[in-house]
């Protein structure tokens, strides 16, 4: 059906498998042909000169003249306007999903190192080699990928890169157009403006000076253990976890970029656009450390980005910063609320992951240059109430009055004046 637009009536099956099976007893089992039938089936065809029967299955499946895949099978147009983004349909959410369950070989609900070689064995392989896969994701003790993380790490991969994702679907099998398995997102600036963001997967933005505790915070939020001591971030490093809130499921991504390369990446607009809060790292017990972020924000215009503060290692002593002012005060001074205080080393995070993707969902209170106004807004709506109510209590007080002086002027009329 899918090849030839007609489906083998029952009887022409059967036939074609007593044919394989004649020749290869191994070519057919319960479900139907093998591989190994499949094979033979189709050297019976290019024996007996029928080479367009076989290359009519590949090209339907994809592949070219030159027997490899074709660049419009991998990678077909996938418009993405500009403040989009892209993220896993339904149906790409199902597809992962049942192809991780087939390759689940042992059912202990993790995919181990041979049971991903072999999910990936149509393909170039895995996707992620370059990535520090799988310590972006959640996995079990053993290091093996749940399914909680697989499905995490392809949030991920769809929103940083969609053709990666569009180009696997194609190699791992799924059925029909891999378009069909993305939807893009509305535009950012325009859900910001409206407070009301209805995406699933978010990207936040982790800046702070060499030290502060970026990466022990990434490593936390996929429940990697904490490491003592300090190393350098040398590239761009992320994590993905999925955060429940309100009863859905939201994907969040962390992203760092070492300090070394941080002004770079604020001054690619492309990549400032992608995002869609900033989260600023300063270490609470070095004093240097809060006035990084803050002459960072100085260089840059960054006051129409969500932006939440976060204060390390809160189980050593908290040190006055070197700092015009305060964390605390200056958080106030831009209209957010003061940095929450963590401590990775002792697993005290303070419900930060739920704080982070509601304040992507829920912007405007998060946003320098939106939140005076916001808390404005909300000030002047108080004052007009509170006027409004007031002078209808006057009004009715009023008519009250009046309503009494009538009645009293009625009383002291004699029948006299009547006649």
């Known amino acids: 059906r899918k090849c030839f637009n007609a489906p083998l ?21 319960d479900v139907g042909l093998t591989e190994l039938g499949f094979l033979f089936l189709h050297t019976l065809f290019i024996q007996r000169g029928r080479l367009e029967t076989t290359w009519t299955v590949l ?33 790409g959410y199902q597809f992962f999903t049942e192809i991780f369950q087939v390759f689940d070989k042992d059912k202990d609900g993790a ?9 990936f064995s149509t393909s170039p392989g895995d996707p992620w080699v370059n990535s520090d896969f799988p310590h972006t994701t959640i996995t079990n003790d053993a ?61 936040a933005y982790v800046f702070g000076a060499a030290g502060s505790g970026k990466t022990s915070l990434l490593k936390a939020f996929v429940n990697k253990p904490f490491a003592n001591g300090y190393t350098p971030t040398m590239r761009s490093f992320c994590a993905v976890n999925s955060v429940e809130i309100k009863g859905a499921e939201k994907y969040l991504v962390l992203q760092e970029f070492g300090s070394k390369y941080e002004a770079e990446i604020l001054q690619n607009k492309r990549k400032m656009e992608a995002c869609d809060l900033l989260c600023f790292v300063f270490d609470s017990s070095d004093v240097n450390s809060f006035s990084y972020v803050v002459e960072l924000r100085k260089r840059h215009n960054l006051d129409n980005y969500p932006t939440v503060f976060v204060a390390t290692k809160s189980d050593s002593d908290l040190v006055q910063q070197r700092n015009e002012d305060q964390p605390d005060v200056y958080c106030r001074a831009l209209g957010l609320s003061g940095p929450v205080s963590v401590s990775v080393k002792k697993q005290q995070t303070a419900d930060l992951w739920n704080h982070l993707v509601g304040v992507a969902i829920n912007p405007v209170l998060a946003t320098p240059g939106l939140a005076g106004s916001a808390h404005e807004s909300s000030r002047v709506k108080k004052y007009l109430t509170f006027t409004a109510i007031m002078g209808a209590l006057g009004g009715a007080a009023f008519l009250g009055y009046r309503l009494y002086q009538q009645q009293r002027g009625f009383g002291n009329i004699s029948k006299r004046d009547i006649l």
């Open 143 to 203: 290091g093996a990928v749940t399914l909680q993380g697989w499905l995490a790490q392809w949030s991920m991969t769809t929103l940083l890169d969609y053709k990666t994702t569009l180009s696997y679907l194609a190699y791992l099998g799924f059925e029909g157009d891999t378009r069909m398995a993305l939807k893009v997102t509305k535009p950012r600036k325009a859900d910001r403006k409206r407070n009301k963001v209805q995406r699933n997967v978010f990207l």
């Open 111 to 119: 995919l181990k190192d041979s049971e991903l070689v072999q999910l």
């Open 59 to 91: 090209r339907k499946f994809g592949y070219g003249d030159d027997l490899s895949l074709r660049e419009d099978f991998l990678h077909p147009l996938f418009e993405v306007p500009r403040d989009c983004s892209v993220e896993l349909s339904p149906s």
């Open 9 to 29: 009536q029952q009887q022409e099956l059967e036939g074609v498998k007593e044919v394989v099976k004649e020749h290869e007893s191994a070519g057919v089992n």
